[in-house]
């Protein structure tokens, strides 16, 4: 059975920090591309921060400069660290895990969600 499970979210003042992380069970965790997305109220998931399975990363343009995206394989847990926070990072933040498929499709997995919430 797989399962993703996050934790460190909370609320936070804006320009404050917070660590997220995910546990991966379930899987082997180094050929999965890890991924955090974030969800606004009223608004559709986006994709935050990925790390790929050689190391790499990639965030989006909102994020560049705030966040970042790491891995320990050791431990099967992903993390987002996430500085400066504004008011507009506010959301449930998920954890994805995608194996690429031969046939071009993946192979996706999801966490439950943590909020997150910047406001003073």
């Known amino acids: 059975q797989v399962q993703l499970v996050e934790s460190g979210g909370g609320l936070v003042q804006p320009g404050g920090s917070l660590r997220l992380s995910c546990a991966a069970s379930g899987i082997v965790f180094s050929v999965y591309d890890m991924a955090w997305y974030r969800q606004a109220p009223g608004r559709e998931r986006e994709l935050v921060a990925t790390?790929?399975?050689?190391?790499?990363?990639d965030n989006a343009g909102s994020v560049k400069g705030r966040f970042t995206i790491s891995r320990d394989n050791a431990k099967n847990t992903v993390f987002l660290q996430m500085n400066s926070l504004k008011s507009e990072d506010t959301g449930v933040y998920y954890c994805?895990?995608?194996?690429?498929?031969?046939?071009?499709?993946?192979?996706?997995?999801w966490g439950q969600g943590t909020q997150v919430t910047v406001s003073s």
């Open positions: 790390i790929f399975i050689d190391g790499s990363t």
């Open positions: 994805n895990a995608r194996y690429a498929l031969r046939s071009g499709k993946s192979l996706d997995f």
